[in-house]
């Protein structure tokens, strides 16, 4: 189809395409061989009728899948948080995303209970509308609750929690993360935990995956650090002896 075409200069793709379609046209319109009907002439008698209207949208592909609310009633998709009412924490729900918004429902039922513009970098998505005002969420975790349990197992882990909750838009989006750090403070004794969150505050490093990493790997180290002692022996004189 494209040879006739081979001798003549096109100047732009649009012009290339407008001798295409004269081409096709001229194609679909020709008998075929040995045949007294052309391909355009058969579509009319025998394809035609059986077509179906287009969709009146574009395909869209969606990821669908389940979750549940966490209790600072944020969804996760992608390691992004998306927040739904406040009134559905701990519920599960449907997720449904497509390449521009992650809409959230509940299981069996069509309506639409958030939505949000879709992110795929870490992060948060927060509607004020979505925030408890007067909530029991208030009433049993609050910013000061955080910090005076943190206070009971030291001053860095304190410090540590202060800044991670300042470090967000909203402190309930790191009221997770507090959790997180204080519950694996109950893995450790307080002198280690301490150290721990005083490495991870010289690193301005305010996450409970950083203080996990810490944790697990600096453990052993502090551990020996802590229980280190000078060596005592008979023959070696310590500093009282040049007093």
Not at 21 to 39: A, E, I, M, V, Y
Not at 113 to 120: G, S
Request: glycine content about 2%; hydrophobic content about 35%.
């Amino acid at each position: 189809m494209i040879s006739p075409e081979r001798g003549q200069r096109f100047f732009s793709l649009h012009d290339l395409n407008q001798a295409l379609q004269k081409r096709l046209t001229w194609l679909n319109n020709r008998p075929l061989t040995n045949q007294n009907q052309s391909r355009r002439s058969l579509f009319e008698s025998q394809e035609k009728a059986a077509l179906q209207p287009l969709p009146t949208y574009a395909f869209e592909y969606l990821e669908v899948k389940q979750a549940k609310v966490h209790p600072d009633y944020h969804v996760t998709f992608h390691k992004h948080h998306y927040s739904v009412p406040h009134i559905y924490a701990g519920q599960s729900v449907l997720l449904r995303a497509s390449e521009r918004l992650v809409e959230v429902f509940l299981p069996g039922k069509e309506d639409r209970i958030a939505y949000h513009v879709r992110c795929d970098q870490p992060g948060y998505n927060t509607k004020a509308e979505h925030m408890p005002v007067h909530h029991r969420w208030h009433q049993d975790w609050s910013p000061e609750r955080f910090q005076h349990w943190a206070s009971q197992i030291g001053p860095h882990t304190e410090h540590l929690i202060v800044n991670l909750l300042t470090s967000r838009r909203h402190p309930e989006q790191a009221y997770r993360s507090c959790l997180g750090i204080l519950q694996l403070a109950k893995t450790v004794d307080h002198e280690t935990m301490g150290a721990v969150c005083e490495l991870a505050l010289q690193n301005c490093a305010y996450s409970y995956r950083a203080v996990k990493y810490l944790l697990t790997t600096k453990m052993d180290m502090l551990a020996k650090e802590q229980k280190s002692e000078p060596f005592v022996h008979e023959h070696i004189r310590n500093q009282s002896y040049y007093s």
